[in-house]
């Protein structure tokens, strides 16, 4: 079946420093690829989304591309704030339209001033 | 706007108790989900719900789970006979739906339940 794979966290990295959190898939079909994140206390909000291959999301300085050859979906930031320390989710859905998403574990990032 | 609502934001009950968690989606969205959210694993689908259609229970883990969705908006999540292995954070989530298109799903702050 379709799954998402992430890199387990925690994650810790001091203010300015580059972030990557790497996320892998196996997917039927043609997935639409998502990033949300979920600050402390709060809900899930999406952060990014890619739907067809080589597009790149951004948002926020994050960015993801959909890289169908090695069915990557990496997070990037290239200077993390403290304000950006939250779990980080990547989700597909497997064909478009499909409302069932497919969630990995999440990755929680701290970052220290 | 408002956003997704949920209730109660804790839930602590005794094993073998029943609960019930609310979900009032945002105004509109005529596709509702519900998610649990165990530690250290990430987002399981339970059920959805869209519009007067019959909904999708296939993530339910067991009979003990059942939700409802009332004139199609607030839903409501029942688990009869806690166990302690459902202590997990419940989700809802609503977005717009049309057919062939699926649009972002947002999430209510969710409901940690707990059973001793």
């Known amino acids: 079946g379709d799954s998402v794979t992430q890199m387990e966290g925690p994650v810790t990295l001091s203010e300015e420093a580059f972030l990557t959190i790497n996320c892998t898939y196996t997917a039927t079909g043609y997935p639409s690829l998502f990033w949300y994140v979920q600050y402390p206390g709060e809900g899930l909000q999406l952060l990014l989304k890619?739907?067809?291959?080589?597009d790149k999301g951004s948002n926020k300085g994050f960015e993801a591309t959909y890289r169908k050859e090695t069915t990557s979906f990496h997070l990037e930031k290239g200077s993390v704030q403290v304000s950006d320390s939250a779990v980080y989710f990547c989700?597909?859905?497997?064909?478009?339209?499909?409302?069932?998403?497919?969630f990995g574990t999440g990755t929680r990032l701290k970052v220290l001033a | 706007g408002a956003g997704v609502s949920q209730s109660p934001s804790n839930k602590v009950t005794e094993k073998g108790k029943d609960v019930e968690l609310r979900c009032d989606p945002i105004?509109?969205?005529?596709?509702l989900y519900w998610y649990r959210q165990s530690l250290g694993q990430g987002l399981e689908f339970l059920i959805y719900f869209q519009g007067n259609s019959a909904p999708d229970k296939s993530g339910l883990p067991s009979d003990r789970f059942s939700a409802e969705r009332t004139g199609g908006s607030v839903s409501t999540l029942t688990i009869q006979r806690t166990q302690q292995e459902d202590s997990a954070v419940y989700l809802c989530?609503?977005?717009?739906?049309?057919?062939?298109?699926?649009?972002?799903?947002?999430f209510g702050p969710g409901t940690r339940l707990t059973v001793t």
């Open positions: 890619a739907t067809k291959a080589d």
């Open positions: 989700a597909l859905t497997s064909t478009p339209g499909t409302y069932k998403y497919i």
């Open positions: 105004s509109g969205h005529t596709a």
């Open positions: 989530a609503s977005s717009r739906r049309l057919a062939g298109v699926t649009y972002e799903q947002y």
